[in-house]
């Protein structure tokens, strides 16, 4: 049976330009392995990101947990939306949301194929 997700009604990122931020780089073993924790846990597959919509890049990269990774990847909600995912509202954190998929395999390689940045965390602790 899968876990209850806590999902924020109403919570949407409606601006094409924002950006969210995952932690670390775009690695298919690293996502597969987030991807798969998160299916065993939920039943859907997902990645954590989140959003800069009310604050810097640079100030979310200083706060637990993005501080944790020296690389971070920054991707434009319009990008993800056109590429097929959903962007989902989760957890308590406003700033958190769920980048959902289908399909591991086929969500991998176009999350790949997206346009983005990877960014090196000035912040990073370990």
């Known amino acids: 049976m899968a876990k209850q997700r806590h999902l924020r009604a109403g919570d949407r ?5 924002i950006v969210v931020v995952r932690g670390g780089d775009l ?6 392995f987030d991807a798969e924790r998160y299916h065993a846990i939920y039943g859907d597959y997902g990645l954590s990101v989140f959003a800069a919509r009310d604050v ?8 637990a947990p993005l501080v ?8 434009r909600v319009g990008v993800l939306r056109a590429a097929g995912f ?5 957890g308590r954190n406003p700033r958190h949301f769920t980048v959902a998929f289908d399909d591991l395999e086929a969500g991998i390689e ?13 912040y990073h602790e370990d």
């Open 68 to 75: 944790r990774f020296q690389v971070l990847t920054l991707m």
């Open 56 to 63: 810097a890049v640079d100030e979310l990269a200083q706060q």
């Open 27 to 32: 690695d298919p073993d690293g996502l597969r």
């Open 13 to 17: 990122l409606d601006d094409d330009d």
């Open 86 to 90: 959903r962007l989902e509202a989760t």
């Open 110 to 122: 176009e999350l790949q194929r997206c346009e983005h940045r990877s960014w090196l965390n000035p």
